[in-house]
């Protein structure tokens, strides 16, 4: 069917940087937007950012504005969060998120991937 990996997380001290990879693989026909999302101990899962395909229309949640920069890497179906300025509060587990049409369907499906730890110490 289709697969999300991501790579990347890890700890880093509070004002620091980390960058994010998803790669999606799979009966893969057209993926009309990809995105990040996080979700901290005790908090439900919030968007963190989404692009386009094509990579011309990002949004971001406002507390990562000026901070957080998604893009699309070289190799195709692969996305990546590019996390500076690191805070405490940015912990959480980050979940990759692509919107796929397979070979076999005939709508857009939701896919995730397995999620990748951010720990920010102070």
């Known amino acids: 069917q289709v697969q999300l990996v991501e790579s990347g997380g890890g700890l880093v001290q509070a004002g620091g940087s980390l960058r994010l990879s998803c790669a999606a693989s799979?009966?893969?026909?057209?993926?009309?937007?990809m995105g990040w999302y996080r979700q901290a101990p005790g908090k439900q899962r919030e968007l963190v950012a989404v692009?386009?395909?094509?990579?011309?229309?990002?949004n971001y949640t406002d507390s990562v504005k000026g901070r957080f920069i998604i893009s699309r890497d070289g190799a195709k179906n692969t996305v990546s969060l590019q996390m500076n300025s690191l805070k405490p509060e940015d912990t959480g587990v980050y979940y990759c998120?692509?919107?796929?049409?397979?070979?076999?369907?005939?709508?857009?499906?939701?896919?995730w991937g397995q999620g990748t730890q951010v720990t920010v110490s102070s």
């Open positions: 799979g009966s893969i026909f057209s993926i009309s937007a």
């Open positions: 692009i386009t395909s094509g990579g011309g229309r990002t």
């Open positions: 998120n692509a919107k796929v049409l397979t070979y076999s369907g005939s709508y857009y499906n939701a896919y």
